[in-house]
T-cell receptor, first 114, second 115 residues
């Protein structure tokens, strides 16, 4: 099976703009989670979607949002970008999203905000 | 709330030496624990996980970890380091009270392997 894919791999934006990142999970996986990775804060959970519904959310401002489509593909959106949003955004998928499941990670999208 | 502490942001070993990466967790419920590895410019790859059952867990690439409830630890070991083991390692606990996936990661340990 193909792994988790994320597009684009690299992105450069300026402050105040908005951005949309895309994630395609492994075929058959219905749960998609998003994480932000920065040198200062490390890996932080953003949100998790299952069957087009957000089931879990981390402690991020409302500028960060996501959605999931019927084919399990997911997008996350960040509006009004700030310099501190520069990070590697990782997407992970599992079959059911249970706590015991193994999460399979994509290569990430590296976002730079200037 | 669940949390993870990884002692040592950097660990240096010689090729062939024992690798020991430390992880301590805090959890109000029985924890599910994971070790992931990240190579440069890549996502995370699961090395091993503990859910229930045997407390000594074997993973890929010769790594293993032992869940010690009394010490709230889940240290990662490998008997003999290889140059290809150089990477960043993350310990994580599954932290959702709903039963659904939400990983809380430690700050990571960068493993350096010298010839």
């Amino acid at each position: 099976k193909a792994g988790v894919t994320q597009t684009p791999r690299y992105l450069i934006k300026t402050r105040g703009q908005q951005v949309t990142l895309s994630c395609s999970p492994i075929s058959g996986h219905r749960s998609v989670s998003w994480y932000q990775q920065t040198p200062g804060q490390g890996l932080q959970f953003l949100f998790e979607y299952f069957s087009e519904t957000q089931r879990n959310k981390g402690n991020f401002p409302g500028r960060f949002s996501g959605r999931q489509f019927s084919n399990s593909r997911s997008e996350m959106n960040v509006s009004t970008l700030e310099l501190g949003d520069s990070a590697l955004y990782l997407c992970a998928s599992t079959e059911q999203g249970l706590s015991t499941d193994t999460q399979y990670f994509g290569p990430g999208t590296r976002l730079t905000v200037l | 709330a669940q949390s993870v502490t990884q002692l040592g942001s950097h660990v240096s070993v010689s090729e062939g030496a024992l690798v020991l990466l430390r992880c301590n967790y805090s959890s109000s419920v029985p924890p599910y624990l994971f070790w992931y590895v990240q190579y440069p410019n890549q996502g995370l790859q699961l090395l091993l996980k503990y859910t229930t059952g045997a407390t000594l867990v074997k993973g890929i690439n010769g790594f293993e970890a032992e869940f010690k409830k009394s010490e709230t630890s889940f240290h990662l070991t490998k008997p003999s380091a290889h140059m290809s083991d150089a990477a960043e390692y993350f310990c994580a606990v599954s932290a959702s009270s709903t039963g659904f996936q939400k990983l809380v990661f430690g700050t990571g340990t960068r493993l350096l392997v010298s010839p």
